[in-house]
């Protein structure tokens, strides 16, 4: 193995200083000059037909212009679709036309100063003649009609399997809509250019996405829009479909003015999009031995108003259930329903969170009713590197979720805790610890397409640029770009540039910076473009003064030859461009060959107050596949914001609606989330066992890291109290319900 050198170390981010003085500018602290501000109109109502009378709005001063559904254009999208190629079911206009949950997109007021379109959008008069909302899955079904997408995913045949000697557990649960929660509340900013282009600035996660959005809906040709990949104030998924965009660039191109489209906190909550609540039902058979026949899971998404991602967020639910335990005979049966309430988006982990959120429960039930410690019980069934994935997908890869229980077992001290840890309980207080595991993948590749380009070269004072169609969302991204191209042309970190995504300067990307394909792929594409650019340099060497390639060194910037003679990357660019007429660069298209897994097992203690129900996570290691950790600091940052949201999917967080659709939790006071003071201290431990497609080893992070913290904690809750909570979250309320209901037998 090569030893790396700036690949896997803490490099400090260029932009970490301005961020933490509060310097960063937003798209919120842009000013152009003659900028309107624009606020969108939301729906109240959850179903309703509408009439709006926009009268007493526009006798505000300073509005300048209210548009509805009558003054944009008649052509339907959906924000899911990427590319002109994904195809998905088409059914939102970028104002509707009428009322299907609380937040539709109804009307947008645009005016000189944000007061005037405050005062103008309150004023705005929206009729409604409601109609019957369908709110949950009852409601849903009970519809008849509301079904988005159904399909089956399977292996074996588990109907068959003999049940002589076989155990069947069968747990049933649920997850809840989720707010990605950024600091930044979604915004967009749009311009026409001194040339009449459409300028759209954005913190979005793909920008080719929001120009094919852009470009459809105005009928508009690529070559006239320019999207900008703006500073990020934080996604987690949120920002990876067009969600004010669309509007915001139509505004700007009809009244040929800078437009500024801004949201607030309820209005993010309530009508962006929303993590997919699911409910299911597993039956697992197992044998005494403790091996898994079979199991078949029967599941429902509530993919909300409109379709955005009704198939592909049941698909990627039911394919990451055959990529983690060796499962010879399985069924997941997944069907979304259509509902009026907000839509259904990505959201970091993308169906990995509920996937394992109910399954991982059920394994440590089956684990206990097997008398089988539940890693143990794991062990017997885990993948191995190099197996297949049954249900068709690409193989998993070198997949070491073995490692990471074993790791993590003998890090958290397991069996000793396990034994031993009742031993803490008081009359209030009861201690338990659990664990689960996850897995989640690095990009598209087996399910869309997944390529992206690179432009990589070397300028006359010895700096590099690459150009790739990446999107920082607050986490590091182009530092590891930075980290990997250093490594490929062994030179300083600082000295290379990696500006991002921006559909004018950078090279067509098929995907964007979601699905966790970003160290994984378009990481490989630097590295490969890098050590293409390192060959021409040291061709370069040989054509201008005659230095054999294999006794050429690559050393700081430098070439060194023979040890002696030396010429900095600067210097060569110069002469090879006065002399040979060329600038010293490189181009490539990559895809990806595979998409293996990633993995990781997670180990939680819990102590809870039986008087109020109130849990607190006193310590959580978390344990990762991750073939090679790129930048040890950003990575356990990852990890540390994964087990943050992960946690308050277990305890806290909800989008909850009242039977008309209503949305409860419009604002962080009634959201909660994770505060830091509540935060455990939480452990980091990385397998690095350098997948080989990966660049320098690594596989992708960002996503998987929530996903087990979760079902570890419910299985603690469920050891500390000898209950089965299977229903996120697990509040203090339902905690003592239960205890209530245990004093009274």
């Known amino acids: 193995m090569e030893t790396l050198k700036y690949v896997g170390k803490p490099f400090v981010r260029e932009d970490a200083f301005d961020k933490a003085r509060g310097k960063t500018q937003y798209t919120c602290d842009r000013k152009i000059q003659g900028?309107?501000?624009?606020?969108?109109?939301?729906?109240?109502?959850?179903?309703?037909?509408?009439?709006?009378c926009t009268e007493k709005a526009e006798q505000v001063p300073g509005v300048v212009r209210i548009f509805t559904h009558k003054d944009v254009p008649e052509k339907k999208y959906n924000p899911h679709n990427w590319t002109a190629?994904?195809?998905?079911?088409?059914?939102?206009?970028i104002l509707s036309e009428k009322a299907r949950y609380v937040g539709d997109h109804l009307a947008l007021v645009v005016g000189e100063t944000r007061e005037a379109v405050e005062e103008g959008a309150a004023l705005v008069e929206v009729h409604y003649e409601e109609e019957p909302a369908v709110i949950g899955y009852e409601a849903a079904r009970e519809a008849g009609d509301h079904v988005a997408f159904e399909k089956e995913v399977k292996c074996g045949d588990f109907e068959h399997i003999q049940q002589e000697e076989v155990l069947e557990?069968?747990?049933?649960?649920?997850?809840?809509?989720?707010?990605?929660?950024?600091i930044e509340p979604h915004i967009a900013l749009a311009d026409i250019d001194e040339t009449g282009n459409l300028v759209v600035w954005t913190p979005c996660q793909t920008v080719f996405m929001v120009r094919y959005h852009i470009c459809s809906l105005l009928d508009l040709p690529y070559t006239k829009v320019r999207v900008v990949k703006a500073v990020m104030g934080g996604s987690f998924g949120g920002k990876g479909l067009s969600v004010v965009e669309p509007a915001c660039a139509f505004a700007a191109w009809i009244l040929r003015r800078p437009v500024m489209l801004y949201m607030d906190r309820p209005a993010d909550i309530t009508a962006t999009r929303k993590r997919n609540p699911s409910c299911m039902t597993v039956r697992t058979l197992v044998t005494r031995e403790g091996k898994i026949l079979g199991r078949y899971i029967d599941s429902e998404f509530d993919g909300g108003a409109y379709y955005t991602n009704a198939s592909a967020i049941a698909m990627a639910f039911s394919k990451k259930l055959f990529r983690l335990y060796r499962i010879p005979n399985q069924t997941v049966h997944a069907k979304t329903y259509y509902t009026n309430t907000t839509p259904g988006g990505s959201c970091r982990g993308y169906g990995s969170p509920q996937a394992h959120a109910v399954t991982e429960i059920n394994l440590d039930q089956a684990a206990k009713k097997l008398q089988m410690d539940p890693c143990e019980f794991r062990l017997k069934n885990v993948v191995?590197?190099?197996?297949?994935?049954?249900?068709?997908?690409?193989?998993?890869?070198?997949?070491?979720?073995?490692?990471?229980?074993?790791?993590?077992?003998?890090?958290?001290?397991?069996?000793?805790?396990?034994?031993?840890?009742?031993?803490?309980?008081?009359?209030?207080?009861?201690?338990?610890?659990?664990?689960?595991?996850?897995?989640?993948?690095?990009?598209?590749?087996?399910?869309?397409?997944?390529?992206?380009?690179?432009?990589?070269?070397?300028?006359?004072?010895?700096?590099?640029?690459?150009?790739?169609?990446?999107?920082?969302?607050?986490?590091?991204?182009?530092?590891?770009?930075?980290?990997?191209?250093?490594?490929?042309?062994?030179?300083?970190?600082?000295?290379?540039?990696?500006?991002?995504?921006?559909?004018?300067?950078?090279?067509?990307?098929?995907?964007?910076?979601?699905?966790?394909?970003v160290t994984y792929v378009c990481g490989r594409a630097v590295q490969k473009a890098g050590e293409q650019l390192l060959d021409k340099i040291k061709n370069a060497c040989l054509a201008l003064y005659g230095w054999e390639k294999e006794k050429q060194e690559a050393l700081e910037g430098e070439i060194i030859y023979q040890g002696t003679e030396k010429k900095s990357y600067g210097e060569i660019s110069i002469e090879y461009e006065k002399t040979f007429h060329r600038y010293l660069h490189t181009e490539l298209e990559y895809e990806p060959e595979e998409n293996p897994g990633v993995y990781c097992a997670d180990f939680a203690e819990v102590k809870i107050d039986k008087y109020t129900g109130l849990v607190e996570v006193t310590d959580l290691l978390a344990?990762?596949?991750?073939?090679?950790?790129?930048?040890?600091?950003?990575?356990?940052?990852q990890v540390e914001g994964g087990a943050q949201m992960s946690l308050g999917q277990a305890l806290f967080e909800e989008i909850s609606y009242d039977k008309k659709g209503g949305v409860r939790s419009q604002?962080?006071?009634?959201?909660?989330?994770?505060?830091?003071?509540?935060?455990?201290?939480?452990?980091?431990?990385?397998?690095?066992?350098?997948h080989a497609q990966g660049p320098y080893g690594a596989k992708s992070l960002g996503e998987v890291v929530a996903v087990a913290p979760a079902p570890a904690v419910a299985n603690a809750i469920n050891f500390a109290l000898g209950s089965c909570f299977t229903d996120y979250p697990i509040t203090p309320e339902k905690i003592v319900d239960f205890l209530e209901k245990q004093s009274n037998r």
């Open 384 to 517: 191995l590197p190099g197996d297949k994935d049954p249900s068709g997908g690409t193989d998993l890869g070198d997949a070491r979720i073995k490692e990471c229980i074993l790791k993590g077992m003998e890090a958290f001290d397991w069996k000793n805790r396990r034994e031993h840890i009742k031993e803490k309980d008081t009359d209030r207080y009861a201690w338990g610890i659990g664990m689960a595991c996850g897995t989640h993948g690095n990009g598209y590749k087996g399910g869309y397409p997944d390529f992206t380009n690179v432009m990589m070269q070397i300028h006359p004072d010895g700096s590099a640029e690459v150009r790739i169609a990446v999107h920082d969302q607050g986490c590091g991204t182009v530092m590891t770009m930075q980290q990997i191209a250093a490594e490929a042309l062994h030179m300083d970190v600082y000295r290379i540039k990696v500006p991002e995504a921006d559909t004018f300067i950078s090279p067509y990307d098929a995907a964007g910076t979601q699905a966790s394909r």
């Open 169 to 182: 557990i069968e747990t049933a649960g649920s997850t809840q809509a989720i707010h990605h929660g950024p």
């Open 623 to 637: 344990v990762h596949d991750v073939g090679q950790c790129m930048n040890r600091t950003l990575s356990e940052g």
């Open 35 to 52: 900028m309107l501000y624009g606020k969108l109109v939301l729906s109240e109502k959850a179903h309703a037909s509408i009439q709006i």
């Open 85 to 93: 190629g994904t195809g998905v079911f088409e059914d939102m206009y």
């Open 667 to 690: 604002n962080f006071s009634k959201y909660h989330m994770i505060n830091a003071p509540e935060m455990p201290e939480v452990k980091s431990i990385f397998i690095e066992n350098h």
